[in-house]
């Protein structure tokens, strides 16, 4: 006995009032003689379901039913709703989830099933970003291999065939796990350094492998020690993405971070980001190769400034 067609019984009757056996034996596609059994079990389970012979007969639901509160607490509920609105955005169910919301809406007499949004994509994101999420999702569920070109921190390009295994939503971005078949290894591919317009899905399928456990230490773990002071006006972001015992506040009020982590090119670009809010002041080298970025930064902009009018302030 299926609990998923129990359920459609439930629904049904719920949604119309009363269905002849036959009605509900060709919506479950089963015989009438199991939607009899169906109801048996579901009237010995205290569901108060019940059937009438004659004319206007047929399966009954008692008026008002809803799943009993016991078996799904509020919360419970809301979660529910909840995970299915995040899976209508990333499109993950497919068409179906939209009229099961609305199923478990009526069920939990539920009037406002869209009080919650969600939107993966980033501020003033083109409709190729979209359509990209579609296509590597679809390759990911399907099992289809997929190839795109793709660029590193530093904005090195490469070709790539990967076997995409799982999306992951880290830190205000996606990114696609995949077995990558250059570099025959494991591989994590940020979506937005992805070349949308070389996406290509093949038609062929490939077995799944494997999966190792994701690598949740990212960048800001190691065993380097990396020193840094923050302008006060960084407080926010020192604050969001630093963990409170590593901060300390300066009395000048700026702000101390100390990192045990790898200093590899991810960090120093990483780094780069926070522009003058920044001084590095441990590791050394970290520190000269900050310097001169700085300085090759100021030299391409004074390449582009006019020459100064010699009669200026005379």
Request: a negative charge; hydrophobic letters at 40%; glycine letters at 8%.
């Amino acid at each position: 006995m299926q609990p998923q067609r129990l359920f459609e019984i439930v629904y049904l009757l719920m949604d119309r009032g009363t269905s002849t056996t036959a009605e509900l034996a060709a919506r479950l596609e089963v015989s009438e003689r199991t939607v009899r059994r169906d109801v048996d079990a579901l009237s010995a389970a205290g569901v108060p379901v019940y059937m009438t012979r004659g004319k206007g007969g047929g399966v009954h639901l008692m008026d008002g039913y809803v799943l009993d509160r016991s078996v799904l607490s509020e919360r419970e509920q809301s979660d529910i709703m909840a995970a299915l609105s995040a899976l209508n955005r990333t499109g993950a169910s497919g068409e179906a989830s939209d009229e099961t919301a609305a199923r478990l809406g009526r069920l939990f007499q539920r009037e406002n099933v869209d009080w919650l949004d969600m939107d993966f994509s980033f501020w003033g994101a083109p409709p190729n970003y979209r359509a990209a999420f579609d296509a590597i999702r679809n390759a990911t569920i399907g099992r289809h291999p997929l190839s795109f070109a793709y660029f590193d921190a530093a904005g090195n390009r490469t070709e790539r065939t990967v076997e995409p295994a799982q999306l992951v939503f880290k830190e205000s971005s996606w990114y696609v796990r995949a077995w990558c078949r250059e570099r025959e290894a494991w591989r994590t591919f940020k979506l937005f350094r992805i070349d949308w317009e070389t996406i290509s899905v093949a038609p062929d399928t490939f077995e799944a492998r494997p999966m190792p456990a994701f690598d949740e230490g990212g960048h800001m773990r190691g065993t380097d020690r990396l020193v840094m002071r923050f302008a006060p006006e960084a407080e926010s972001r020192v604050r969001e993405e630093f963990a409170p015992e590593t901060i300390e506040r300066e009395a000048d009020g700026s702000w101390r971070v100390t990192l045990a982590c790898d200093i590899g090119e991810r960090t120093r670009s990483y780094l780069l980001s926070f522009g003058p809010l920044l001084e590095v002041l441990e590791p050394a080298d970290v520190r000269a190769w900050l310097r001169k970025q700085g300085e090759a930064v100021a030299r391409r902009y004074a390449e582009d400034e006019p020459d100064a009018d010699p009669g200026a302030g005379a």
